[in-house]
């Protein structure tokens, strides 16, 4: 049976009193609220999120200190939701290919134990905008990875991106795009690309300008495509990928 893939977006966050906040932005998700008071995101924190992640979050700064602890309380509320199970039951175990794997890392691939056995789910999150997308896929299949990636095409607005990141079959399919029709083409490639990586775990240590992800089909291995806003609940002018196949 195919795998069922759940993807949740994530409104900005901030705390009420910060400089710039829109008071208007009272929308929630089942994940988290939009505006979460201060004194709440330091008590859920404390109660539901790992030493491994309070200490990581106790080394930023206020600002990415407040985005860090939303984005890993909304992780694992979006985690408990799909297994159906207490957050406080989750243990957070992240694995990352040069530190390895258990409740002492606090980077690289998320996962938890539920009850001290691993959690049948693959999760992946990304961040743009304030914005943090979350994906989800339940009991997955033997060798399945997951990877998923949003972007802003603000940011891909300076010299050398096309040099950096894109292969030439890529610059070509760019060619002659001006304005924001350019900055969202490249956005979307970037975001296949991260997609990919992630699901493969490599991350950066393989060259973007390597990978062409024009196609579904990446090196002969199906399953990367766009998602939609309509599927993410983004606002249009964000832009995001998923990438779920199985791997040998």
């Given amino acids: 049976m195919a795998s069922h893939l759940v993807v949740r977006a994530c409104p900005p966050f901030r705390v009420p009193g910060d400089p710039g906040v829109p008071r208007d932005l009272a929308a929630t998700v089942d994940a988290a609220p939009a505006l979460y008071p201060e004194p709440e995101l330091e008590r859920d924190s404390r109660s539901l999120l790992d030493r491994a992640e309070l200490a990581r979050a106790r080394a930023m700064t206020p600002r990415t200190r407040e985005d860090f602890l939303y984005g890993r309380l909304a992780q694992r509320r979006f985690a408990a939701g799909l297994l159906g199970v207490p957050a406080s039951d989750l243990t957070a175990w992240y694995s990352c290919p040069r530190c390895g794997t258990g409740a002492d890392?606090?980077?690289?691939?998320?996962?938890?134990?539920?009850?001290?056995?691993?959690?049948?789910?693959?999760?992946?999150?990304?961040?743009?905008?304030?914005?943090?997308?979350?994906?989800?896929?339940?009991?997955?299949?033997?060798?399945?990875?997951?990877?998923?990636?949003?972007?802003?095409?603000?940011?891909?607005?300076f010299d050398g991106f096309d040099d950096v990141v894109l292969t030439p079959a890529e610059q070509r399919h760019l060619a002659g795009l001006v304005g924001i029709a350019l900055l969202q083409g490249r956005a979307r490639l970037w975001a296949r690309k991260e997609a990919w990586l992630k699901m493969l775990g490599t991350g950066l240590q393989t060259a973007p300008d390597t990978l062409d992800v024009l196609a579904p089909t990446v090196n002969g291995r199906a399953g990367l495509r766009d998602l939609p806003p309509a599927e993410t609940g983004l606002p249009a002018d964000l832009v995001a990928a998923v990438a779920l196949a199985v791997l040998p």
Avoid at 111 to 117: A, S
Avoid at 130 to 149: F, K, N, R, S, Y
């Fill in 105 to 157: 890392i606090s980077h690289g691939r998320p996962g938890y134990l539920l009850r001290g056995q691993a959690a049948p789910l693959l999760l992946s999150l990304s961040r743009a905008a304030g914005w943090t997308l979350l994906a989800g896929v339940v009991d997955p299949d033997p060798g399945e990875h997951l990877g998923i990636d949003v972007e802003d095409p603000a940011r891909a607005d």
